[in-house]
Nanobody, 116 residues
Framework: QVPLVESGGALVQAGGSLRLSCASSGIMFTINVMGWYRQAPGKQRELVATIFRGGSTNIADSVKGRFTISANNAMNRMYLEMNSLKPEDTAVYYC??????????WGQGTQVTVSS
C-alpha cells in the first residue's frame, strides 16, 4: 500500500495554474510535517514547500509568491497551489510526510510540465 498518493499534475502553458493534491492512507504514525519536493530531469530533488502541524509554512525562494502550500488539520491531505507557472517549474513533484517518531514517507510523484 502506497502511503502517499499525489494527483493534479498536468501539461500547462507558461503563466497557467495547477493545484496538486496529496492524500495519505494507512500511515499509523502522527504526522507533524508535510512537504512538496520536485525533481527535474538531470537535477537533484529539491524542497519546494513545507507545512507543519499548527500551520506554519516554509516556501522555497524560487517559488515564493507563486506557490501556496496548505493541509487539513488531520494532516492527511495536503495541497500545492501553483500560479504563474514557468517552464523551469517542470518536474516530478513528490509528497513527503514526516512523523514525530522520525519516520519519513514518500509518494510516487506526479508530473508537472510547463510549456513555453
Amino acid at each position: 500500500q502506497v502511503p502517499l498518493v499525489e494527483s493534479g499534475g498536468a501539461l500547462v502553458q507558461a503563466g497557467g495554474s495547477l493545484r496538486l493534491s496529496c492524500a495519505s492512507s494507512g500511515i499509523m504514525f502522527t504526522i507533524n510535517v508535510m512537504g512538496w519536493y520536485r525533481q527535474a530531469p538531470g537535477k537533484q530533488r529539491e524542497l519546494v514547500a513545507t507545512i507543519f502541524r499548527g500551520g506554519s509554512t516554509n516556501i522555497a525562494d524560487s517559488v515564493k509568491g507563486r506557490f501556496t502550500i496548505s493541509a487539513n488539520n488531520a494532516m492527511n491531505r495536503m495541497y500545492l497551489e501553483m500560479n504563474s507557472l514557468k517552464p523551469e517549474d517542470t518536474a516530478v513533484y513528490y509528497c513527503n510526510a514526516g512523523s514525530i517518531a522520525g519516520r519519513s514517507f514518500w509518494g510516487q510523484g506526479t508530473q508537472v510540465t510547463v510549456s513555453s
